[in-house]
Structures are given as structure tokens and as C-alpha cells.
């Protein structure tokens, strides 16, 4: 089975049912979360930052939503990470990548997956990794 890393914004967009995107992706997120999925501590913050201003609540819910997937490995933030991080922001800055796109990257080669579920375009100037984007 392939092992896919879900960037922030998708399960943003899923979550949260007012943005245009969420009908876009319901169904490849439904389809990953039924397979093997990856996600980096880092970005899993992203997804409550983007929460921060709902009832605690229904925050922590949406956050147990995803620890609790059966099918997720969450992997925490290391200086091993942080590390590759820091050397892929040097090859992929200048490509529009930013630090956390970078944390995405060391993470995926980390646990060798190589298919990202984003809808950040600068993703697709990364050699080596497969980029699936339901958004039109």
C-alpha cells in the first residue's frame, strides 16, 4: 500500500465544510485515510493553528480525528528532521518552498514515502515525489 503525507491544507479543506475546496477532496481523503497515511507533528500544528479561534472542544475533536486514524503514522519533529529540513530549504527555497513545506519533505524521505496529497503547487518542482491535487 502507498504510504501518502496529507500537507495542512487538505485537511483543512476537508474539515472545514464553508471552503470551496472541501467538495474537491472528500473523496481522495476518504480513499487516504483508508490507507497508509503520514503526517509530520509540524504539520498536524498547522492544522490546529488554522482552528485556533473554535470552541476548544470541537478543536481537540478535529485534532483526535486525525491522531486516532489506525492508518497514521505521526512523526514527531527531530533534530534528524529538523536537520534535513534545513538542507532541503537550501536546494528548494529559491522554488518556492518554505520551512515547513521542507519539514514535509524530510519527513516523507524519513519514512520513505514518496506521494504527497497537496494543493501547493511548488510541490510539483520537487523531483522524486508524486503530487496529487484534486482541486481544479
Known amino acids: 500500500m502507498v504510504l501518502s503525507y496529507v500537507d495542512a491544507n487538505y485537511w483543512i479543506y476537508w474539515f472545514d465544510e464553508r471552503l470551496p475546496e472541501h467538495d474537491s477532496v472528500d473523496d481522495v481523503m476518504q480513499r487516504t485515510i483508508h490507507g497508509d497515511v503520514v503526517v509530520s507533528t509540524v504539520t498536524l500544528m498547522e492544522v490546529a493553528h488554522y482552528f485556533r479561534m473554535i470552541p476548544p472542544d ?19 519533529f527531530t533534530a534528524t528532521i529538523m536537520q534535513s529540513s534545513i538542507n532541503l530549504l537550501s536546494t528548494y527555497g529559491s522554488m518556492g518552498l518554505g520551512s515547513r513545506d521542507c519539514v514535509i519533505l524530510a519527513t516523507m524521505k524519513s519514512v520513505g514515502s514518496n506521494t504527497l496529497i497537496t494543493h501547493d503547487q511548488s510541490f510539483k518542482n520537487v523531483k522524486d515525489i508524486k503530487v496529487i491535487d484534486e482541486i481544479r
Do not use: F, G, H, P
Open 58 to 76: 470541537i478543536l481537540n475533536e478535529k485534532m483526535r480525528i486525525i491522531a486516532d486514524l489506525t492508518t497514521l503514522s505521526l512523526v514527531d
